[in-house]
Structures are given as structure tokens and as C-alpha cells.
């Protein structure tokens, strides 16, 4: 596949990485320089310097061509604009968001986007965790 | 069940609101008295100002009565030290730590502490989502 993310922090590199270590092509775009740093030395894609909210930016990573983008910032409403634009304008197969605020979830869908939320899935695995030992561990109850 | 949250940024204010509103007596520490605003009106808990790696806060949370410590901060050293405060010195049944960095995953597991890394789960999360859709929609793959 060939896979578009935007933003390079702790959650694009990651993904970057594990994805071109899948045999995928990856390019990733940050707005800083110096966030691909946080790529691992075997990161086999492209890094592509400016902002993804530009369409000459998203050009640049031939977008058109992607099979897959993936908007992993931490501002919502650029991940929300990012994805829109790829998902309506460029028509990009399959286009996710991360949700960084909560409250965002809700904004997201009504657009139509889909989303993953990191601070759902480790509220809901807090709390099964918890709930599975309510057993007799918590005798102070 | 009553439980310490060590963090009030957004993922342990969230998880304060949530448990808070499930009916459990909540005690939420963080540095920044500002941080407690995150905390939702309906929050039944208590807040304390301090520093959760100093015994004295610790203490005033009554720590030494807790079922759970869950430390939520964006600082793994701080998750780290707390947690393995928590377990070994105060015998807190349960604790449990977010991990920030996921290069910290092995650290804490070396050191017995059980942790939900959000990261870790919205990688899967994305991963079998693109694994899920590895159908008709690609054929430009």
C-alpha cells in the first residue's frame, strides 16, 4: 500500500516506522524538520518538510496516488481538515484520524470521518482492567 | 473502590470523571492547581495540589487505604516512581501506570508494574483497521 501520514510526533513516527517495516510505502509529512528524527534508522519512506493543511504540501506527496492516509497530530482541526480534504477533494480509498480531544470524536463523525481515539481505547481498557479485579483482591472495599 | 489518580491532564481527567460518576470515592493529585479545571462539574472527588513522588502527598491522599493507584502523567519516570511507591512501600492492591513513551513499556515491566499504553493500543488499533480493509478498495495497491 501506499500510505500518507501527517505528523511525525510520538504517534506518526511509530506508525511510520512499523508500516514501512510492513514493506509498505510510507511518506510522511511534519511541519518540522527536526520531528523525523523520531524515525528509526530502518524507516525506508519519505519525509516531506511543510504543512498538510497546504494542497501543494499534499501534491507534493502525491496524494492522488495514495491508497491510504493516516492524520496523526495533535490538533484536531487539523487532523479534521487534513482528512476531509483527502478524503472528499483527493478521494483517498482510506483516510483515519486520531482524536486528541474527546470532545473532538463527536465533530469527526458528524463530517463523516473515521476515527481512532488513544485516550478511549486506554479508558476502556482502565476501566476492564479494574473490573476484572474486583475479586478478592479488594478486600478494603 | 477508592481510588488515587496521580495526573489530572486529560487522560486522568477523564478516567476521575468516569469512575467518579460509576460511584467510586476518587482522590485526583496533580501539581497544578489549574489542572483540576480539566475535571468535569459532576466530579465527586477530592483534588490535591502537591507532588504525587513526595510520601507527604501520598499520605494525604491516604494512600495506605487505597484499592487502586492509577498514575496517569505524561512523564514516565514520574508514572514510574509513584507507581512503584504505591505497590511496594504503601501494598496498593492494584496500580496500574500509563506508559508515555513507549520505549518505557520494557522499564516498567522490569520492574513488576502492570501499565496501559495508549499508544500501544491505538497502533493496533490502526494497524487491524487497515488489515480489515485490505479488500476491493485498494486496487491501486
Known amino acids: 500500500m501506499y500510505i500518507v501520514i501527517v505528523g511525525c510526533g510520538r504517534y506518526g513516527s511509530l506508525l511510520a516506522d512499523r508500516l514501512s ?9 511534519d511541519r518540522q524538520k527536526n520531528a523525523f528524527k523520531a524515525l528509526s534508522a530502518e524507516f525506508s519512506g519519505f519525509t516531506i518538510t511543510g504543512d498538510a493543511s497546504e494542497l501543494s504540501v499534499l501534491h507534493m506527496a502525491k496524494i492522488d496516488a495514495a491508497d491510504c492516509l493516516l492524520s496523526m497530530c495533535n490538533e484536531d ?5 487534513v482528512t476531509q480534504t483527502a478524503k472528499f477533494i483527493f ?5 483515519i484520524a486520531r ?3 474527546p ?3 463527536s465533530i469527526f463523525r458528524k463530517f463523516g470521518i473515521e476515527i481512532i481515539s ?5 479508558l476502556e481498557a482502565f476501566l476492564q482492567d479494574l ?6 483482591e479488594n478486600e478494603a472495599q
Not at 473490573?131 to 478478592?136: A, E, I, V
Request: net charge neutral; charged share 15%.
Open 131 to 136: 473490573d476484572l479485579d474486583r475479586g478478592p
Open 21 to 29: 517495516c510492513l514493506g509498505h510505502s510510507v511518506v510522511i509529512i
Open 77 to 81: 482541526t487539523l487532523n479534521l481538515m
Open 99 to 101: 482524536v486528541y480531544k
Open 118 to 122: 488513544p485516550i478511549q481505547l486506554a
Open 91 to 95: 478521494g483517498v480509498p482510506k483516510v
Open 103 to 105: 470532545s473532538y470524536e
